[in-house]
């Protein structure tokens, strides 16, 4: 009964597989392992990798992992394609990953290995110990905050950066000032961040509502899905930065520890890495990386990075 | 399976959100696919092409991205609907396809010569449909709508990346707290297989009460 208008449909339908298919394809290509070749990186933190320090031959150990590493020519790394300022793909150029995160991969890699030849698998916030504890990745860049429960699972070398909670809103609302003005408000937090845990603890009474993405949830707090966004000030400032119907208000209200999350029991790796970390801090390196990533859209100084080991976990 | 057990009350409510969703859900898309296949099996062109439309639609587009389009999209239609009551009526609309497809299939194992003994005893094409096509047709196809929900608690977990806390969105809370994703998605998975057998067991009985035996 239905061949004959079936035929006549299906130019059409075909169209709209084909869109369906390339919108799909489209949303995929952050997904999947990326392998990031040394030509492609970015223009402005080349100066950055050209004087990067690389390790003393005596400091990668025998059969450690860093020699491991050494040995297979790339170091493979936990880091999301799609947090601007902290690892973001470029769409136009996949090759190229960029951001405070990205950045400090790629020298740790020129500390290993002499160049940055990183190999990147995009971690879902969910899976990051898994990768760890089977071996998929060798360390992981993911604004992994330090927690106790985490580094019974985990090791974390760090923290190499702390950030903190904030709160956003739309650019019209006066009433929202801080966090203890979201008491039985609605709050939107991104699913996998901190704030899924800590907004409820500060403000029992706000009803959370999270989405999965940054954009998402941008989208839901200027279309009036909550009255508030909570999520990590630089993220928030960035977003604050290319949208004017929103605002950040008030300072920061935790302290977010982000830690290089290591496979649990490598202290050799972990010793490794943290030495490292004191001597990109010390020589400067560590500054220009913050500068030419989440810098470039908060309005202070360099901050003073965090001490090695400061934090419960680390 | 521990880690869920010491968060056990949330993931017990949002395990209820995930049933509600599916029951809800569950019952809007066999109505709707029932509606369908009638719209797609009856003598007005019209009616028939607009059927062809909707089961094509929502059987080429992938669930998510309608989520995605109901929840942000249409806000800036100056539609704004709370978050679940949205998934549910996406999940109905959608599932209703499939649940259309399969009664569509029922349709076919009613033989021609039942409508035109029908025809000949004087129903009209209403009465036929209601009386003798669809009930038959229903019979056919236990087992297949029995798949098709399955499929539809499987696809509730997506409602989970448009801010709808159910058991995947809990669970995914439970791991950023404890960090033992092994455990903690091999006990969701359990959950999820439970309702799956729970379905598929309860649709064997039914079919078993139904059956036409020929």
């Known amino acids: 009964m239905f061949t004959s208008t079936s035929n006549r449909w299906r130019a059409p339908l075909v169209a709209a597989v084909f869109t369906t ?51 297979r020519g790339k170091l493979i ?26 950045d400090l991969a790629k020298l740790l890699a020129i500390y290993i290995l002499g160049k940055p030849n990183v190999e990147i698998v995009p971690p879902a916030s969910e899976t990051r110990e898994a990768l760890l504890a089977n071996g998929t990745v060798d360390v992981v860049f993911n604004t992994y905050t330090i927690t106790t429960q985490r580094a019974a699972q985990v090791d974390f070398a760090g923290p190499y950066f702390e950030s903190g909670l904030a709160v956003a809103v739309k650019s019209d609302n006066t009433d929202i000032k801080s966090i203890d003005d979201l008491g039985g408000k609605t709050v939107i937090v991104g699913a996998n961040t901190p704030a899924v845990t800590t907004v409820p603890e500060k403000q029992p009474t706000a009803k959370i509502v999270s989405f999965g993405t940054d954009p998402e949830a941008v989208l839901a707090l200027t279309q009036g899905r909550g009255d508030a966004y909570v999520q990590d000030q630089t993220l928030l400032a960035s977003d604050a930065l290319t949208n004017k119907a929103m605002k950040v208000v008030g300072q920061p209200f935790t302290k977010e520890a982000y830690g290089i999350g290591l496979k649990l029991g490598d202290s050799d790796f972990k010793k490794f890495i943290n030495n490292w970390l004191v001597k990109i801090q010390k020589n400067g390196t560590w500054g220009k990386v913050w500068k030419a990533s989440l810098g470039t859209v908060v309005q202070s100084d360099i901050p003073t990075p965090p001490a090695i080991g400061s934090v419960p976990g680390s | 399976m521990n880690v869920l057990i010491d968060h056990l009350g949330d993931v017990l409510g949002a395990l209820g959100t995930t049933l509600v969703m599916f029951l809800i859900a569950g019952v809007g898309s066999i109505v709707i696919g029932v509606l369908v296949t009638v719209a797609r099996v009856s003598p007005i062109p019209l009616l028939r092409w607009v059927a062809f439309a909707y089961v094509q639609f929502f059987i080429n587009v992938p669930l998510l991205a309608l989520l995605v389009l109901a929840v942000f999209a249409l806000p800036d239609a100056g539609i704004i609907a709370p978050l679940e009551p949205t998934a549910i009526v996406v999940l109905a609309v959608y599932e209703a396809a499939y649940v259309a497809e399969a009664v569509r299939s029922g349709v076919n194992t009613v033989a021609v010569g039942q409508l035109e003994a029908a025809r000949a005893l004087g129903f009209n094409q209403l009465q036929s449909l209601r009386l003798i096509v669809v009930p038959q047709a229903l019979r056919a196809v236990v087992q297949p709508i029995g798949n098709v929900m399955i499929a539809l608690v499987m696809n509730t977990a997506l409602a989970a990346a448009v801010g709808v806390v159910e058991l995947t969105s809990e669970v995914n809370k439970v791991n950023l707290i404890e960090a033992q994703p092994i455990a903690i998605f091999a006990g969701a998975g359990v959950i999820y297989m439970a309702i799956a057998l729970v379905i598929g067991l309860a649709a064997g009985w039914v079919e078993r009460r139904v059956a036409i035996v020929r």
């Not at chain 1, 990326?34 to 025998?62: E, F, M, N, Q, W």
């Not at chain 1, 799609?82 to 769409?91: R, V, Y």
């Open chain 1, 77 to 102: 790394v936990a880091e999301a394609l799609d947090a601007p300022l902290l690892s973001q793909q470029d769409p136009s150029n996949p090759d190229s990953v960029t951001g405070f995160d990205a």
């Open chain 1, 21 to 71: 298919v390339a919108l799909a394809a489209a949303g995929c290509s952050s997904s999947g392992s990326t392998g990031v070749p040394t030509a492609a990186s970015s223009g402005s933190s080349d100066a950055l990798y050209k004087d990067a320090i690389v390790a003393k031959a005596a400091d990668i150990l025998p059969g450690s992992t860093m020699a491991a590493i050494k040995k």
